[in-house]
């Protein structure tokens, strides 16, 4: 009994060394776009073997992609849907369990599409009025009696699974909610945040037109990023929700920012 149960504190010991592993190789490809086996073999002092195998274990999660002598960061931007969705499934349960939290009882909510959000959306208790354009949250929702689902349809987008389109911003007009909860495609310190698609941005304008308070969540991977099309500063923001610190942001004034760190 003893022998086993050194066996296991021992295989508990490696698995933990393993994941602080892993996690100081996404640190640090998320800083520099890409990383050589000879220099995490360096920073971690582990075999060119162990490394390679942190690595292939990682790109089958779908976090980063291995090149010849090394790994690189992904494109996230370009990315479907279905490929976003497999990306730090740890990170946005934690996220999802934080700003859930913070939901007062009885709310409105609009919330965005993504897998970020659905996360969210399968922590939320009731009573609840949702309003989303999200087919994966409202499949969620479907069953359940203490939420009010209302699904804004539309022109229906198969890579990113939601609606939008002028039929989509007609019905979003109807409505109003206590709180928008959007994802971020991207969002920059000084450029504020914005969407791949102009449609989906179009939609998250309209979200956050239509409501009284403005909430942001986003994993460390969409920061420091700008795509094409505005969706609003982050003057209008009141809540943004991190995995991680983000020193680019400097004084945040009114926008408090919550960090759901491990």
């Known amino acids: 009994a003893v022998l086993c149960r050194l066996l296991r504190q021992l295989a508990e010991s490696l698995v933990m060394h393993k994941l602080a592993r892993q996690k100081h190789i996404l640190d640090r490809l998320s800083e520099t776009g890409q990383l050589s086996i000879s220099e995490l073999v360096d920073a971690l002092q582990v075999s060119a073997d162990t490394i390679r195998r942190d690595l292939s274990e990682l790109e089958n ?122 994802g971020a495609c991207a969002i920059h310190a000084e450029l504020g945040l914005s969407a791949g698609k102009e449609a989906d941005a179009e939609v998250k304008r309209a979200m956050l037109d239509a409501s009284h308070a403005h909430w942001i969540v986003a994993a460390h991977l969409k920061v420091n990023r700008c795509e094409p099309y505005l969706v609003s500063g982050l003057s209008n923001i009141q809540q943004l929700f991190l995995d991680r610190p983000w020193p680019e942001l400097g004084d945040p004034g009114a926008l408090q920012v919550t960090v759901c760190a491990n």
């Open 61 to 182: 999660q779908g976090v980063l992609q291995k090149s010849h002598g090394g790994a690189i960061a992904l494109n996230v931007a370009a990315m479907t849907r279905q490929g976003r969705n497999a990306l730090l499934p740890g990170t946005k349960q934690r996220l999802g369990q934080q700003v859930a939290a913070r939901i007062p009882s009885g709310s409105t909510l609009f919330l965005d599409a993504g897998s970020t959000l659905l996360a969210v959306a399968t922590q939320l208790k009731g009573p609840m009025t949702v309003i989303t354009a999200s087919l994966d949250i409202a499949q969620h929702f479907s069953d359940r009696e203490d939420v009010e689902l209302i699904l804004l349809g539309g022109k229906w987008d198969h890579q990113q699974r939601l609606f939008a389109g002028s039929a989509t911003l007609s019905l979003l007009s109807r409505y109003r909610a206590d709180i928008a909860i959007l």
